[in-house]
């Protein structure tokens, strides 16, 4: 357990190394960690995906049932992301509804894959105006170690990806279940990137005791054509204009070898 | 029942005109007043365009449940709230998820501009309900509140003002509406300390390119700027008020010894 006495301790010697350009743990201010992609692990889940960031470990499952369209889109599926800050994953998450800290996670990385048009919506229609398939999208942290943003997001379009659902037609507005199975339709790849403010410099991946340090953060959700297509500041601190357009740079070169990861050549 | 108003077939005409008649670059229309409330500490209400947005400050004060308390600066507590009444569908006055988020941002957004320091182990409680919605309530709700704040004597770095840019039509907007927000291509909100430099909220939802985002920058901090001077102005305003109450006051004791 870390414990908050150590990271007071470690405050001043984080901060001032990184205003030398270097990090508590070997790594340059635009490295992440160690990341690990494992797709499909759950078989009841119509889709799922583990990332490992250093010690963070997120898990997504996707679900898709049938269910009714919004008013306003009636020929579109639905796309719902929860996050649970499960308390297996931190001595400081506790049970109970979400609080603002998962709303918020929950909703930045929704709000990637859903500006992106990641997932082909409009296929997804059954019967204009009454049943369209709803896309579950559940981010489950493990364990927290900084930056569940990123995790989460990368887990969750690993987990679309990777989505497959099964083989149906409409008979008289019933949905016949046949045989066999196909993917869910995926047409962009959003990668979520976050750049922490330390002592007025930016780093990436920030991982708990900076996270406890840093003043700031920015994330940046990237779509395939290098477009920005959600972004969301968090902290007490705040970015003057020239580093919101440099962390922007770094985001968007970031993004590319994240991005590697989700979609195989 | 009220009908619902109809999208106009273009949201911005061949001369760069906008639905409302604005130009792409210009602001809808401010008006606010400072200290509107009898029992808050310090309130605020603004009008821009349509937006009808209140708040209220509470504080410093004893902070309940105490083990919100922290031992080294007051707690800013934040409430974003939407009345019923306040948008086409009736919304639900349950808290939704979209305002625990809005009620979290704002609150980082307004915590770099005060002195919490002062004020250890207390709460600053700050209430925004928003009356009636056009488009750009968290910027707004964030602009009358940071007034409040201020109207509330809580010491302050600085004034935030927060305002929107996005995009419609392929085309650079500030300060989006309602229809604009919805079928637009992009939305950012904004929020910015003008003294210090310092953006203390910015989201974003929709397409843009690295390019146009700088320039999207740009104008929300223009935007910002104008909007910073309208604050100073009405808070000018209350404190002339203030001081001509008090002076007629001193007037009538004066003439009552005499």
Redesign the interface.
Known sequence: MTSVMATKVREKRISQLIARGKRLDGRGLTDYREIQLESGLIERAEGSARVRLGKTEVLVGTKIEVGEPFPDTPNEGVLTVNAELVPLASPTFEAGP?D?NS??L??IVD?GI???KAIAVEDLCIEPGKKVFVVFVDVYVLNHDGNLIDASALAAIAALVNTKMFNYEVKEGEIKIKPGYKPLPIRNYPIAVTCGKINDKLIVDPWLEEEQVMD?R?T?AI?KD????????????????QQ??EA??IV?QKAVELRKLVVKE | MKTSQKKPEKLIDENDVRHDGRKLNEMRPIKIEVGILGNADGSAYIEQGKNKILAAVYGPREIHPKHQALPDRAALRCRYHMAPFSVQERKSPAPS??E??L???IR?AL??SIFTEYYPRTAIDLFIEVLQADGGTRCAGITVASLALADAGIPMRDLVSACAAGKVEGRLVLDLTDVEDKSGEAD?PLAY?PN???????????????EE??QA??MA?EGCKQINQVQKEALKTKYVAVKEAETEKEEESEEEEA
């Open positions: 979400p603002e709303i918020e929950a909703r709000r859903r500006e992106s700031a920015v940046m779509e290098g477009k920005i297509c959600a972004m969301q500041k968090g902290g007490y601190g705040y970015f003057s204009a919101i357009s922007s740079k968007q | 998820r979209r625990l988020e009620s979290k941002v980082e915590e770099p950012m300390m210090a430099n310092a953006i203390t909220l910015l989201q974003m939802d929709g397409m843009l390119t690295g985002f700088e920058v740009d901090l």
